[in-house]
Each structure stands twice: as structure tokens, then as C-alpha cells.
T-cell receptor
């Protein structure tokens, strides 16, 4: 149990375009989902927390107009990187609270490359 | 602000050579301390949650322990398939509404034959 599916696993886009990443909890309802960004050999940095049916809470320094988060249902949250630039290239990971052991279950991550 | 420091940054072991990874933390009231395993290009995989000092949990060759200031992940007789980055994270009662995880930078473990 407690599976989080994240798609796509890898995406390459042109500078100036937008990219949407989906995060789904497959076998449990997630009232809260989290979006992280990870640079090579660095830790996970929390970008925002999303609660179903309400606006996301962004961490300091994260541009909410650039990283649009929607949590429309108890099993789906999306992150849209708008007007992507090469510096947005990174590994994005979602997490959902719920499922086993009061834990946080992570998706498999999305490698975004902006060219 | 919650802080997590993991050491060593990297560790190379021979197969069968037991060792421990350290996670030192400061937190505004600990709600939980988490250990995850992360393989290259993948999301973190849940290993353990510890809630209070003195608690221990085991899973196969791994054992996690917790004190008021640090946690250890003991690896007994490791195998090459244990090679991964091990991440420690804390959840503080007063941070981010009690939901936010603060991660350390991880220990990259390589187990060689």
C-alpha cells in the first residue's frame, strides 16, 4: 500500500514553454501533498505544500507565479512550471501525507531539462 | 528553524563490513524522525519513522535508533544492493503547521564486493 505515482519521469522542453507534472496517490487519499526540488548531490528542498481544495503554501523564495500548484482532488496534485528557463532544470519530487505508518510517501521524481 | 546534519557525506564499505550513519538534529519539538533510502534518479523510499528518544526499529540489515539529539542508522553485514543515498528528515511540531519535513543532505553509501 501507499503508492504515489508521478508523471512524467523525464521531460525536455524548450525555454519559454510550460510543463505540467502530475502526482497521484493510488491507494490512499492525500489531503496534503508536497513538492520538492533536488539539485545534484543536494538534499530535498521543499517548494510548497498543497492542501486539497485550497491554495498552496509556498516556501520563502519560491515564485508562486512560476510554479503553479493545483490540488483539485484527494488523489491528484499538479505542478506547472511556467515560462521555463534553463535554471529551472532540476529533479522535482512530490510527496503525499498518508498511507502507512503516519509517513510521507514519495513519487519517483521528474527530471526536467529546459533547453 | 529545524536543522538536520548527516555524516559522513560518503561512505565506502566492503561487503559484510558493518557501520553506522549519523543524523544530528535540532527541532522545535520532535513529531517524528524519518529515514529514507534514495537510489539515483528515483524518489526517496521510506525506511523508518522514530518518534521518541530510546526508540529503535529494525528492517533486515538496517536498524535505526534515536536520542534527543541524534539518530543512527546501523547497517549490519551490508551487501552491494544496500548502496544508495540514505536521507534523514525531521518533522517539528511547530514547523509548517507540523507537516513540514526538513531533510539532511544525505550519506552516499557504496558497498563493494
Amino acid at each position: 500500500g501507499a503508492v504515489v505515482s508521478q508523471h512524467p519521469s523525464r521531460v525536455i522542453c524548450k525555454s519559454g514553454t510550460s510543463v505540467k507534472i502530475e502526482c497521484r496517490s493510488l491507494d490512499f487519499q492525500a489531503t496534503t501533498m508536497f513538492w520538492y526540488r533536488q539539485f545534484p548531490k543536494q538534499s530535498l528542498m521543499l517548494m510548497a505544500t498543497s492542501n486539497e481544495g485550497s491554495k498552496a503554501t509556498y516556501e520563502q523564495g519560491v515564485e508562486k507565479d512560476k510554479f503553479l500548484i493545483n490540488h483539485a482532488s484527494l488523489t491528484l496534485s499538479t505542478l506547472t512550471v511556467t515560462s521555463a528557463h534553463p535554471e529551472d532544470s532540476s529533479f522535482y519530487i512530490c510527496s503525499a501525507k498518508g498511507g502507512m505508518s503516519y509517513g510521507y510517501t514519495f513519487g519517483s521524481g521528474t527530471r526536467l531539462t529546459v533547453v | 528553524e529545524d536543522q538536520v546534519t548527516q555524516s559522513p557525506e560518503a561512505l565506502r564499505l566492503q561487503e559484510g563490513e558493518s557501520s553506522s550513519l549519523n543524523c544530528s538534529y535540532t527541532v522545535s519539538g520532535l513529531r517524528g524522525l524519518f529515514w529514507y533510502r534514495q537510489d539515483p534518479g528515483k524518489g526517496p523510499e521510506f525506511l523508518f519513522t522514530l518518534y521518541s528518544a530510546g526508540e529503535e526499529k529494525e528492517k533486515e540489515r538496517l536498524k535505526a535508533t534515536l536520542t534527543k539529539k541524534e539518530s543512527f542508522l546501523h547497517i549490519t553485514a551490508p551487501k552491494p544492493e544496500d548502496s544508495a543515498t540514505y536521507l534523514c528528515a525531521v518533522q517539528g511540531i511547530l514547523t509548517g503547521g507540523g507537516n513540514k519535513l526538513t531533510f539532511g543532505t544525505g550519506t552516499q553509501l557504496k558497498v563493494e564486493l
